[in-house]
């Protein structure tokens, strides 16, 4: 291919040589149709994502510490979210290392590479597939059991561990570098975002260049014609990086990526059995800004043949997003918002992966975000990391851990009981997609000048019968500060009530007394969309807002 090495898929690797991208889309026309049900909406209300890693990585109740995989611990993580969950999506690995038997990369031949290079064996993941066992069809035949949809969810540029893959002196690659790192990976750094950074952004692959695009497209393909899956996943977020866009206007990002859709579908349809349609989902931002940097088209891509849209704040449960105009560009494709368990972390403890603190998100939080999401026209709800409130990774001062809220999830599928809950909003330290703006928080404030906070809220079903409370973090001793707060236009008096407003069974990175500001907002200020608080620091020395609450 313009004489560089070919891509590293063995078997495969002399038709996808020749495959150029006129042959690769004459080779779709050309392929046996199956006929298919029609389209029609996508009938599931929530969906959960299950990323395998969390099996190994969280102490669970069928997960002891360090304790190596067995395939009834991918069994039970259907099992503890039947009757809760209508389809459940497998992240089989970081979309890189397959976790099933493979022809397009066997696993022999790639851990006899990872041995060599870096000295490390399997991880017991890959372990249990030499020895042969398939996470992928442990997950499927499960999921049949139990009566949720089976979905395969990949990774489309994931980054984690690829900082070690050319080791320096020092380096420690653990195990999981066999999971990210390939011959592929390693052999074309000019495939590389930017070559020679390490920043997580900069390590993923150029979708740019055909052979990229092509390596993912053959593991997808031997996902769809060798399991009998509900359907697929395609994310968008596992890095959220895709182009040097200095070098790919936006016109061609979007026809590559649109491109890629059509040809998934294509692939999907073909592979079809009994005549069932296999449902397209892809996980992108909800931010606008970001769609356009990564190359994502919605209105093309449901033209095309998407049937479902999970928009996600990466990592975050958020209630600062773009869902509405999502829902116009996404017309025609079932819509989900996404939840997540934290809504903000803190600084790193530690070196190295799960070392933050985190601010979990609570049943309030939750269900607050997911009632929004429904008035901004979501068709449903989705879960990311949802197992992630389990102890996990290293480092002391990150907060209490425990079992997952799994309880909070019974309500996530019907809006008209959201709208009659308690409404716990929040503006917190999310994250800032490709193309943002700076986020609402931090916030460092000017003496004697008014910094404002917009709050879109939605309406219980009643409408607001009792006043709410809002209140302001900061990031140090606020004893010496003075303050005055105005909503909507009107003068709001302050309370002396700092508390939380509901139970927090995660305390951490919560505000202390002498750190908070609290005021009372009259009901009848509260109304449906934007509602504007501006707050005045009068005295005292600067500080920075970290986190602005409002309970009803």
Not at 178 to 184: E, L, N
Request: some cysteine.
């Amino acid at each position: 291919m313009d004489g560089r090495a070919t891509p590293n898929l063995r078997p495969l690797e002399p038709a996808l040589r020749l495959m150029k991208r006129r042959h690769f889309l004459q080779s779709i026309a050309a392929a046996p149709l199956v006929a298919i049900e029609p389209r029609r909406a996508a009938p599931f209300r929530v969906i959960y994502s299950n990323d395998t890693t969390n099996i190994l990585s969280c102490v669970s109740p069928f997960h002891g510490a360090r304790e190596p995989f067995r395939k009834e611990m991918v069994e039970a993580t259907v099992d503890e979210v039947t009757g809760l969950v209508d389809a459940h999506f497998l992240q089989p690995g970081l979309g890189m290392v397959p976790m099933w038997p493979s022809k397009v990369l066997p696993l022999a031949e790639h851990y006899a590479w990872i041995k060599e290079r870096y000295g490390q064996k399997p991880d017991s993941y890959g372990q249990f597939v030499m020895n042969g066992g398939d996470v992928v069809q442990v997950f499927i035949d499960r999921c049949r059991l139990r009566g949720q949809a089976a979905f395969v969810s990949v990774r489309l540029n994931d980054a984690h561990h690829k900082e070690y893959c050319d080791p320096k002196p020092g380096d420690k690659p653990g195990s999981s570098i066999g999971m990210s790192v390939t011959k592929f990976y390693a052999e074309h750094p000019e495939f590389r975002i930017k070559p020679g950074s390490l920043r997580g952004a900069d390590l993923v692959l150029n979708w740019a260049e055909e052979e990229v695009r092509e390596q993912k497209f053959a593991l997808i393909r031997e996902l769809c014609e060798n399991y009998d899956i509900d359907g697929l996943e395609l994310d968008f977020l596992r890095f959220y990086n895709f182009f040097r866009t200095e070098k790919t206007p936006l016109e061609e990002r979007r026809k590559i990526m649109t491109s890629f859709v059509k040809e998934v579908r294509a692939l999907l349809d073909r592979t079809a059995r009994d005549g069932r349609r296999r449902w397209m989902c892809a996980r992108v931002p909800c931010h606008l800004p970001a769609l356009d940097e990564l190359g994502i088209d919605l209105a093309s891509m449901v033209a095309s043949g998407l049937d479902m849209v999970n928009a996600s704040d990466h990592y975050f449960t958020t209630q600062q997003h773009d869902l509405a105009s999502i829902r116009k560009q996404a017309a025609g494709a079932a819509l989900y918002f996404e939840l997540c368990h934290t809504i903000w972390k803190g600084d790193k403890v530690a070196v190295g992966y799960d070392v933050f603190p985190f601010r979990r998100a609570t049943p309030e939080h939750l269900h607050t975000s997911a009632h929004l999401a429904y008035a901004r026209g979501a068709d449903g709800i989705s879960l990311f990391n949802f197992a992630y409130y389990r102890q996990h990774g290293a480092g002391e001062g990150r907060g209490v851990f425990g079992e997952p809220p799994f309880e909070a999830l019974k309500a996530l599928r019907d809006p008209q009981t959201l709208a009659t809950e308690p409404q716990h909003w929040f503006i917190a330290a999310g994250w800032r997609a490709p193309g943002m703006k700076p986020l609402p928080v931090p916030r460092k404030i000017e003496l004697n000048k008014p910094a404002k906070f917009s709050f879109d809220l939605a309406a219980p079903r009643a409408g607001w019968k009792q006043d709410a409370r809002v209140r302001v973090q900061a990031d140090k001793n606020l004893d010496d500060t003075e303050w005055t707060a105005v909503f909507n236009g009107t003068v709001i008096a302050s309370t002396p009530d700092l508390s939380e407003p509901f139970p927090v069974a995660y305390p951490s990175m919560l505000g202390k007394p002498e750190e908070l500001r609290a005021w009372i907002i009259p009901a009848k200020l509260l109304h449906e969309g934007k509602n504007s608080l501006e707050i005045t620091q009068t005295a005292g020395d600067a500080v920075v807002i970290t986190f602005v609450d409002l309970a009803c």
